[in-house]
């Protein structure tokens, strides 16, 4: 529970830590003049933050790929690779390191777009705290599969097992204990089922890592359901369990003279 609550109360420095910075920028803004000062306050001061966790990851891996993650010496040190070997330096980093690294502007604008799209809701559904412990799970879960069923002298990299994760979460947004939505069945016929045709033709290699997109989507579909279950056993209190209660408080009443 410490730890849990630290993550909490961090996030919560982080978001009060940036919303003063912004309101410091907006007053410089609306400082400036007239037209500043309509900017700021119908514009800027408009603008909000509602998935801290997920804008931050976006933000890392773009600036980490216009600072050198577009070398393929960054890449290699940074990605995954398909043997495990204790003498690389930085092989159990690595486990984390390979999603946040591109291979080509093309694949990061690809993975941003996808994430921006569906990360937000996702992780005002599920929590900042379970987000960040999904997008580490799949980073490693997907990194062991590359090194047990990945093409001999390859790396993997990119946040592609992070965007199917969001994916399948965001079908189950509104799931609830017992049922089965029919978003996330048609996500995992669509999505996952095509991954797992494209992950068996061997004949054919494309040198796109198809299992971790199916890691990524199936460790988001067991934490959507999982969380979901942990959601239900908390029973909210219903007014009418309240009115009950106090019904069955005695009533007291004055005795006649």
Known sequence: MGFFSS???AIDDVEEYWETKWNTFCDKVAASGVLGTKFADHVLRKLTVTAPVILS???VCT????IG???ESVQRMLAVHDTWNTSRPLQYTSLVTHIFVHSSFGHLRGNMTHLLLVGPSVEHA???QNISIIMMVVAIVSAFAHILVGNNYSHQLGASGVVFACIVLNSLVGASHGKIPLAFVL???LYL???LALFFNIWNPDGISHHAH???GIVGAVAGFYIHRQQSKKVPVRANTIANLWKSKPVLTKKKK
Do not use: Q
């Open 57 to 59: 990851f976006v933000l």
């Open 69 to 71: 993650g577009w070398s």
């Open 214 to 216: 199916l890691t990524g």
């Open 7 to 9: 993550f909490d109360e």
């Open 193 to 195: 089922g095509e991954e």
């Open 126 to 128: 599920f929590g900042s």
């Open 63 to 66: 600036v980490l790929h216009f």
């Open 187 to 189: 996500v995992a016929v």
